[in-house]
């Protein structure tokens, strides 16, 4: 029994020593992964720092810059990391991780699969010049201004004051019309006037009137002017101008100006715009003689 706790005690005291001078050879090389480590730790903030910089100066959301930054930190870190362990002859322990950051990377990207194709269309719409904070968009039945866009929606706020919020995934998969990009809108108006009206007189009188209301419409001859088709109680037409506009508010107070001064012009000029009327006609001719009522009701 003696002999076999002296052999386990030697046993003991020799992986001992050998560990003791594992430790004592590798000291230099621990020192210098130590270093490399808090080497990496002081170099990723300066990048952080740099790479947010250099982001806001393309991108306007702090999100989308925070977080290229952090990554680029991460990196940086993971760099050091891989570095330290590599002095350290842990390549086995270097590849473990690899194939442990793969299997999880994996794992949590199949489960968070929808919230990281948001994420991704985030960046994406952030990096879109077309598409900037305080554009007036419509997409997937919404149209209002854009108030943010980050990592995970896109919001909009409409004309009458309500905000949307929209997954950043469906506004890249879905048409996206933006007023923004353009200077210029197209304002249609539709109406009609009475039958005995001259219909001429009519034309040059509306294009005057748009004309003289909207100081970018230079000359009559710029407004469009065609008749539409012969109603039941009016001649219609369809008008069509253009103004400098870049949202639908815009738009909305243009035609909203243009219908009043449109009116206020027919009226001086006696120019009718009918309202829809009907006619009834009774081909059957009643009576109301008391005799003619009786006799009515005896043969029913």
Not at 44 to 72: C, D, F, H, P, W
Not at 146 to 160: G, H, R, Y
């Amino acid at each position: 029994m003696k002999d076999q706790l002296a052999e386990a005690y030697n046993l003991l005291i020799d992986k001992l020593e050998g560990w003791f001078n594992i430790i004592v050879t590798n000291i230099p090389n621990l020192i210098l992964a130590i270093l490399v480590l808090f080497a990496a730790y002081f170099v990723s903030k300066y990048v952080n720092k740099y790479v947010s910089k250099l982001m806001a100066r393309r991108v306007e959301q702090n999100s989308i810059t925070n977080m290229v930054g952090r990554i680029s930190a991460v990196v940086v870190v993971l760099a050091g990391l891989f570095l330290a362990l590599g002095i350290l002859n842990l390549s086995k322990t270097l590849t473990s991780l690899l194939a442990g950051a793969g299997v999880a990377g994996l794992a949590i990207g199949l489960a968070l699969q929808g919230t990281l194709s948001n994420t991704f269309a985030g960046v994406v719409l952030s990096f879109r010049k077309k598409i900037q904070i305080g554009h007036w968009v419509e997409t997937n039945g919404f149209s209002g201004e854009v108030m943010d866009i980050n990592l995970k929606d896109f919001t909009l706020k409409e004309a009458d004051n309500n905000i949307v919020v929209i997954p950043n995934k469906k506004i890249l998969e879905n048409p996206l019309k933006n007023y923004t990009l353009t200077t210029k809108m197209r304002v249609f108006l539709e109406c009609g006037v009475g039958y005995e009206s001259d219909l001429e007189q009519v034309e040059q009188l509306t294009k005057e009137t748009i004309c003289n209301t909207f100081d970018q419409i230079e000359k009559p001859e710029d407004v469009e002017f065609y008749y539409t088709e012969y109603g039941g109680s009016s001649i219609n037409y369809l008008c069509r101008f253009w103004i400098d506009a870049e949202n639908a508010l815009e738009k909305l107070r243009a035609k909203s100006t243009a219908i009043i001064e449109i009116k206020k012009a027919y009226d001086k000029a006696d120019i009718n715009i009918p309202f829809p009327i009907r006619t009834l006609q009774f081909d059957n001719k009643l009576s109301f003689e008391a005799q003619d009522l009786e006799k009515q009701f005896s043969d029913n």
